[in-house]
């Protein structure tokens, strides 16, 4: 019994003193806890402080004091105004400058300036700066340079330039220069650049890389090109689409000579050129008969196989004498074709087919008459000044 009482009062002394030391150890993680809570709030607090927050502010010239920065929610100038960064609006007829980072909206007669990355809007009469990204409006009657990536939309009355990507779209009336990748539209009266573009280029002169979309101007230049181009001067590095225009280079594409007798006893040679399935024609030709000779230009499509090739085009012909061939009127004659190639050999195919043909003088004296098909057969809508009929050609493409 006495050894049963002795065994009691040893367990609750253990109890007792296990008991103390959780609660001492509770006490010490707890002053503990509330040390890094502390810690945390202070390190948070000195973070927020690190820059003054101004509801308002009213200056006269730029200025930058030396000490703490400073974010501005609204800000009003006469010459101009700096802050560190603003989180509002600027309102001015100066310059307003920004070092670091816009959220809000910059509007000032002479321009605007921000160091880092802006959001929404950037107006001014003058110009507009952005040293970082941007996303949103910018626009301006002299130019517009942003330094880093660009969304959004960018126009001026003199020049747009961005440095990084651009996804969105960029118009003035001088030039739009998009540094890297432009995704969207570029337009310019004068001259277009970008690194490489997905969507349309207009102006003058289109200038780009590899392209997916549409270069349309008086002069386009492309990488590798993917859709179309029309102009009157074409060129590109590669082109997997339809380039469109007077004359039309693809650096890598496919050019034959073809050489061919027609219905109206014409001996022809035309030259094409453009990718594997679109093609530019330019075609010259003489009559054996007579002293007339044409011109022509033309545009057509083809489907190849190995030994098989069929085509289809459209030509527009001026048809004169050799002797006047500079003046004088001429005959106009349109000509649509359809016709197979069968190879031969490696660079040589006979190509033969039919033709639907269109002649007419306008009704002009001082023409030449109008040519007759040597199979003399024309459609009963034909009349003195209009003539239609079909043709058959045959002959060999190089």
Known sequence: ???????????????????????????????????????????????????????????????????????????????????????????????????????????????????????????????????????????????NINRGDFRGFQSSSGFNIARGDLYGFQAAPLFSYTSKKLTGCQMSSVFNYAGSFKGAQLSVVNVSGDMKGAQTGLVNVAGKASGAQIGLVNYSKEMSGVPFGLISIVAKGQTNVDVWGDDLGFAKIGLKHGTKNFYSIYTVGKDIDSDLSSIGLGYGGRI?????????????????????????????????????????????????????????????????????????????????DHSFWPGVFVGVQL
């Open 1 to 143: 019994m006495i050894k049963r009482m002795k065994t009691l009062a040893i367990l609750t002394a253990c109890m007792c003193v296990i008991s103390a030391s959780a609660q001492l150890n509770a006490e010490d993680v707890k002053p503990a806890k509330e040390q890094v809570n502390k810690n945390t709030e202070v390190k948070d607090k000195g973070k927020t402080d690190e820059y003054i927050q101004v509801p308002f502010n009213f200056s006269l010239i730029p200025i930058k004091i030396v000490g703490k920065k400073k974010t501005t929610h609204f800000s009003i100038h006469l010459l101009g105004d700096y802050t560190d960064r603003l989180m509002g609006t600027s309102i001015g007829t100066g310059v307003s400058i920004v070092g670091e980072d816009m959220h809000g909206a910059q509007l000032s007669v002479i321009g605007n300036h921000v160091g880092g990355n802006a959001k929404y809007l950037q107006a001014a009469v003058g110009f507009n700066i952005t040293g970082g990204d941007f996303k949103g409006y910018q626009a301006a009657s002299v130019f």
């Open 304 to 384: 190849q196989g190995k030994l098989v090739s069929f085509n289809f085009d459209m030509t527009g012909n001026s048809i004169r004498g050799i002797e006047d061939f500079w003046k004088g009127n001429s005959v106009f004659h349109a000509q649509a074709r359809a016709y197979a190639g069968l190879k031969i050999f490696r660079r040589l195919s006979l190509i033969a087919g039919v033709s639907y043909n269109y002649c007419t003088n306008f009704g002009e004296d001082n023409t030449p008459e109008i040519p007759e098909s040597m199979h003399g057969y024309e459609f009963s809508y034909s009349s003195d």
